[in-house]
């Protein structure tokens, strides 16, 4: 079985969040595509000018669905009922001086936060990185963000460094960005 069936052979999964509500936590696929639009329509501009990539344009989505490649990016996503209500993603390189480290993001649908999504979210994604043999996972979070900090913090991140002016949001404004760091190994 190759390393990349291993890893798709533990999903989907299915979860009850602390409201007792039922989620199925999979890797996202190409038929994902409209769904995980709408999912990023729910999140409002006070956080989507944080994100990375402008998840309003189709063709980002697009970009990511035609490049799915589990082995660089392994994009979850939590479904209930048909309907995307987070994004997660573990970003890692399998080659050179970075190889040991993997990049997590996590993004909840604001109805469905509060529940322990997120953290059972990035609880999953460590274990992965666990699984694949990774040093230390990396999120790097606007520093005015104290929900997302607080998530990332009780699931054992701590800061490293903090950038001012690193982030330029999409009305032009600067905000410091704050990078958090999770030991998953004894350092070498």
Request: proline share 3%; charged share 35%.
């Amino acid at each position: 079985m190759e390393k990349n069936e291993e890893l798709l052979a533990d999903f989907p999964k299915t979860w009850i969040l602390e409201d007792g509500t039922k989620v199925t936590v999979r890797p996202m696929v190409k038929q994902d595509r409209d769904r995980v639009a709408l999912f990023f329509k729910r999140i409002g501009e006070d956080e989507l000018c944080f994100l990375k990539d402008n998840v309003t344009d189709i063709r980002v989505i697009d970009r990511w669905i035609e490049r799915l490649d589990y082995d660089r990016v392994l994009p979850l996503v939590a479904d209930i009922n048909g309907r995307i209500v987070a994004d997660a993603s573990l970003h890692r390189r399998k080659e050179g001086w970075r190889r040991h480290l993997g990049g997590v993001r996590v993004v909840v649908d604001p109805a469905f936060r509060h529940k322990g999504l997120a953290s059972k979210l990035i609880d999953e994604l460590t274990a992965v990185a666990r699984k694949e043999g990774l040093d230390r996972l990396y999120a790097e979070i606007p520093a005015d963000d104290q929900a997302a900090i607080n998530v990332f913090q009780d699931r054992g991140f701590t800061r490293v460094a903090l950038f001012e002016g690193d982030i330029i949001d999409r009305a032009g404004k600067y905000h410091d960005m704050a990078v958090y760091h999770l030991e998953l190994t004894e350092r070498r």
